[in-house]
Nanobody, 124 residues
């Protein structure tokens, strides 16, 4: 079992920045691909970014490309999401997830474990 805990969310003004962290406990992240998703009120969960096990490859949704950066520190069992140039439409609960393979995973169905989420609210 892998437990994931996100942190770093909060209230930020449009144009600002936030860095989210996702710490794994229980079993280590090992060679798992990781991902971040978000869900806004009344909307379906949306894929944001996938990162492979080494952190050497990432894939971003168009909605966040150029503004968000995902990285990981396997020694710390932690994945990060640096969010810059935030917009009100980025307001959502952000979730990290641990995948079943080491490669990039684009679909929510490819993830075995999920965190509880952290709220990010961007004010205009």
């Amino acid at each position: 079992q892998v437990q994931l805990v996100e942190s770093g969310g909060g209230l930020v003004q449009a144009g600002g920045s936030v860095r989210l962290s996702c710490v794994a406990s229980g079993r280590t992240l090992g060679k798992r691909g990781m991902g971040w998703f978000r869900q806004a009120p009344g909307k379906e969960r949306e894929f944001i970014v996938a990162i492979n096990w080494s952190g050497g490859s990432t894939y971003y949704a168009d909605s966040v490309k150029g503004r968000f950066t995902c990285s990981r520190d396997n020694a710390k069992n932690t994945v990060y999401l640096q969010m810059n140039s935030l917009k009100p439409e980025d307001t959502a609960v952000y979730y990290c997830a641990a995948g079943s393979t080491s490669s990039l995973i684009y679909s929510s169905g490819g993830y075995d474990y999920w965190g509880q989420g952290t709220q990010v609210t961007v004010s205009s």
